[in-house]
């Protein structure tokens, strides 16, 4: 042994979290540095501001608080804006770095692939909460700052509810761009994703509602096509809360329903953590 | 005391119909520099992305530093350095930026990225934006990236190409240094021109297989390829065996063993010379024998 051995690094057992922080620290670093987190955050607030601002002028100070109808019209916003910001963030993360050439340079390093994967989720996740609450939150506090506590909580569920959305799709988004090889491919699949859980799959089961009629369909087969949507879960959850549920539709609709919050978020999580390992599994076997 | 740091023994790789790799034997020692030549897609980055445990061999065995690459022989990694080719790293980070990352990755502290700029002559250029940095620069970015930790092995990937002869000898004074130090060193390359004069051991490698190994000179007595001989005559010339140009001079060729009789031959009689070239068989006619060979 030469006495190279004495100054190389000392091997450290390689421990998950540590790395796949560093891996998010660096996700987060780019994000700021290259305006996505601004581009985001601006476009945000500004739909928010925008909706928030004319949503509250026919209410006027009478009848349901006017935050409550801010978060309302927030959620439907979100149905649509963050699932599609979460998959053009997300489906870049693998395929893009395969791309330049990143990819091969970061997996010779000592670092699990499974970091890999869960650190690029957990920074454009913080990125997503970042750009959402500030977003939101200055439309909530261009409204009016003193609303009452419970409208302040039912917004603040509104929000923890649209980052949790956010991550089912940067996870499917992450899927995509794992199992595929060239990024345009796994934005192909992006957009595809988009369409079809935010806009096709409301067209289907609303054309089963009216030609069935409603009433024939068991409640438990409504409520198994609802949970199987991340963005219907998300929709139950925050448009039939207290406070804003007489506000919507849905609202009606949640009363009868047997999928409690506790179980539309697990939904959600589930669809969070679904696609996440399967991405991982699929990365770990992965050649390059 | 030198000890085998990689070693690959038997290994085919499969893609599909396509073999990339073809019952492949090697070893690398430490404090040696190793050229791996061959032509774009002859294999050369599939040896490499299986030493890196990047890529599982079909058939065969790979071992770096005496562990399994591609099992949990984890810790290895920590102890090479690795440039892939054409890496281009987030421009809109500072040098300093890109290298913390890739230090943190290693588990390194934080004060070895001041000599790691210095040791690739980029110290003023650590705080600006990888957008600012020319060619050059950000290859030897790369360079201080696979330097990190003091790798045992040091695995670049045409870590020259598009460099100008300059920096070129720059970059492989720094290798060598390391190679010095008892790192190993493996530059692969797809011309033996590229790493002219810096190799200790030339490997090539056509259509997945080892053509040749072996220090350059003795790639050269076994090629034992003709050196061209051309003069030009004062007076009376006997023109047998030679071979006359256009210009009026007279070329020929011969083995190498026969140069120096030739010479001394042509010599003995000055006055009949005006002007005298011998012209050795350069990298590229050494690498183009034995390409040649394979294919006969």
């Not at chain 1, 560093?22 to 607030?45: D, K, Q, S, Y």
């Not at chain 2, 020319?134 to 201080?144: D, E, T, V």
């Not at chain 2, 790798?151 to 000898?169: C, N």
């Not at chain 2, 001079?249 to 011969?254: A, D, G, K, L």
Request: hydrophobic share 50%.
């Amino acid at each position: 042994m030469s006495d190279l051995a004495e100054t190389a690094a000392v091997p450290r057992r390689g421990r998950p979290m540590p790395m796949a922080l560093t891996i998010a620290g660096r996700e987060i670093r780019e994000g700021f540095r290259n305006r996505w987190v601004l581009a985001t955050t601006l476009l945000l607030a500004a739909l928010a501001l925008t909706l928030a601002l004319l949503g509250s002028a026919p209410t006027g100070t009478v009848g349901a608080s006017r935050l409550d109808v801010v978060t309302v019209s927030l959620a439907s916003l979100t149905i649509f804006l963050v699932p599609l910001i979460a998959l053009l963030l997300s489906h870049d993360a693998i395929a893009g770095e395969a791309e330049r050439g990143t990819l091969l340079l970061l997996l010779a390093y000592p670092v699990r692939r499974t970091s890999v994967i869960l650190g690029k989720f957990l920074g454009q996740l913080a990125i997503l909460a970042f750009a959402t609450t500030l977003g939101y939150g200055v439309a909530a506090l261009a409204v009016g700052w003193n609303l009452g506590a419970a409208a302040w909580a039912a917004f603040a569920a509104m929000v923890g509810a649209s980052i949790l959305l956010g991550g089912v799709f940067l996870s499917l988004g992450l899927l995509a761009s794992t199992v595929v090889r060239q990024r345009s491919t796994a934005g192909g699949i992006a957009i595809g994703l988009w369409l079809f859980f935010v806009l096709l799959y409301d067209m289907a089961f609303l054309g089963l509602l009216v030609a069935t009629g409603g009433h024939s369909l068991p409640s438990l087969l409504i409520d198994m096509l609802l949970g199987l949507n991340p963005t219907d879960a998300y929709r139950l959850l925050t448009l039939g809360m207290a406070g804003t549920a007489d506000l919507t539709g849905i609202g009606a609709l949640a009363g009868q329903t047997a999928l409690t919050p506790p179980i539309l978020v697990s939904i959600l999580a589930a669809w969070t953590a679904g696609p996440l390992a399967l991405a991982a599994f699929v990365f770990s076997r992965r050649e390059l | 005391m030198t000890e085998t740091t990689v070693s690959l023994v038997g290994v085919t790789k499969r893609y599909g119909a396509i073999t990339a790799v073809r019952d492949l034997d090697l070893d690398l020692h430490s404090g040696e520099i190793i050229a791996l030549v061959g032509h774009n897609g002859a294999g050369k980055t599939t040896q490499i992305k299986m030493m890196l445990g990047l890529a599982r061999p079909t058939t065969g065995a790979v071992r770096l530093l005496g562990t399994d690459p591609t099992g949990d022989g984890f810790a290895a990694r920590a102890q090479i350095g690795y440039l892939p080719e054409s890496v281009s790293f987030h421009l809109a980070m500072t040098g300093r930026e890109t290298l913390a990352f890739y230090a943190r990755l290693k588990s390194l502290e934080a004060d070895c990225l001041d000599p790691a700029f210095a040791a690739v002559g980029l110290e003023s250029a650590a705080n600006r934006t990888l957008g600012t940095y020319s060619k050059g620069m950000r290859q030897r970015l790369g360079l201080a990236q696979a330097l990190l930790g003091r790798p045992r092995v040091l695995i670049l990937d045409e870590p020259t190409s598009g460099l100008d002869p300059a920096l070129r000898r720059e970059f492989y004074a720094i290798v060598a240094r390391r190679a010095a130090e008892g790192a190993t060193v493996l530059l692969a390359s797809h011309a033996l021109t590229e790493i002219e004069g810096c190799a200790d051991r030339v490997v090539v490698v056509n259509c997945g297989t080892k053509i040749a190994d072996g220090t350059l000179d003795a790639l050269r007595a076994t090629a034992s390829l003709p050196v061209h001989v051309r003069i030009r005559t004062a007076g009376e010339f006997e023109d047998t065996g030679w071979r006359r140009l256009p210009d009026g001079s007279f070329e020929t060729q011969v083995a190498p063993h026969d140069k120096l009789p030739l010479l001394a031959h042509l010599l003995a009689d000055p006055c009949m010379i005006a002007d005298l070239t011998v012209t050795e068989p350069t990298l590229d006619d050494l690498y183009a024998h034995y390409l040649q060979r394979e294919a006969a």
